[in-house]
T-cell receptor, first 113, second 111 residues
Framework: DADVTQTPRNRITKTGKRIMLECSQT?????MYWYRQDPGLGLRLIYY???????NKGEISDGYSVSRQAQAKFSLSLESAIPNQTALYFC????????????FGPGTRLTVL | EDQVTQSPEALRLQEGESSSLNCSYT??????LFWYRQDPGKGPEFLFT???AGEEKEKERLKATLTKKESFLHITAPKPEDSATYLC????????????FGAGTTVTVRA
């Protein structure tokens, strides 16, 4: 089984709808991240969490919110989806070391019409 | 401003034709540099971490090297299965746990 799972894998929605993307991990990591990926722009950090009580904004948090329900679960919400939020969304977890690498889920392809 | 730049954006190689990808960074006080491989429609997969100038790491046909200003990913005698997008990333800011990613180099290896 995969260490980091994301649901759904694909989602098509309409402008103005509320969408939740979910992430679960079995790596036992405290740190979890949400990124979006757009062609030519690379991965950009939306939100990150170092534990259940610690949530931080990344570089592009406007229009998004998150919830850390447990050590293993981190959800990303789009309260009112807009077309320019169409992108690939990745969840990642990070280890305990100062420069530990991050491990990524398989991604969610979100299309907002 | 911390910045990570990868070049070229795309690289088309013939099977067996060795080449190198570049990742340059302007982060002060580098605390590590990561290389990832990403296949279409999938999440990035970790390849290497380099911590200090002069360090090298190898995995099959890939070798990553690090200087004070840039890192290279050398692909020796590539095969079609090496086709992917290669991403580099560095920790940024005062918090070691955030990464800044380059836009990636898409490598296509033709048989």
């Amino acid at each position: 089984d995969a260490d980091v799972t994301q649901t759904p894998r694909n989602r098509i929605t309409k402008t103005g709808k509320r969408i939740m993307l979910e992430c679960s991990q079995t790596k036992g990591h405290d740190r979890m991240y949400w990124y979006r990926q757009d062609p030519g722009l690379g991965l950009r950090l939306i939100y990150y969490s170092f534990d259940v009580k610690d949530i931080n904004k990344g570089e592009i948090s406007d229009g998004y919110s998150v919830s850390r329900q447990a050590q293993a679960k981190f959800s990303l919400s789009l309260e009112s989806a807009i077309p320019n939020q169409t992108a690939l969304y990745f969840c990642a977890t990070g280890g305990q070391g100062l420069t530990d690498t991050q491990y990524f889920g398989p991604g969610t392809r979100l299309t907002v019409l | 401003e911390d910045q990570v730049t990868q070049s070229p954006e795309a690289l088309r190689l013939q099977e067996g034709e060795s080449s190198s990808l570049n990742c340059s960074y302007t982060v002060s006080g580098l605390r590590g540099l990561f290389w990832y491989r990403q296949d279409p429609g999938k999440g990035p997969e970790f390849l290497f971490t380099l911590y200090s100038a002069g360090e090298e790491k190898e995995k099959e046909r890939l070798k990553a090297t690090l200087t004070k200003k840039e890192s290279f990913l050398h692909i020796t005698a590539p095969k079609p299965e090496d086709s992917a997008t290669y991403l580099c990333a560095v920790p940024i800011g005062s918090n070691d746990y955030k990464l800044s990613f380059g836009a990636g180099t898409t490598v296509t290896v033709r048989a």
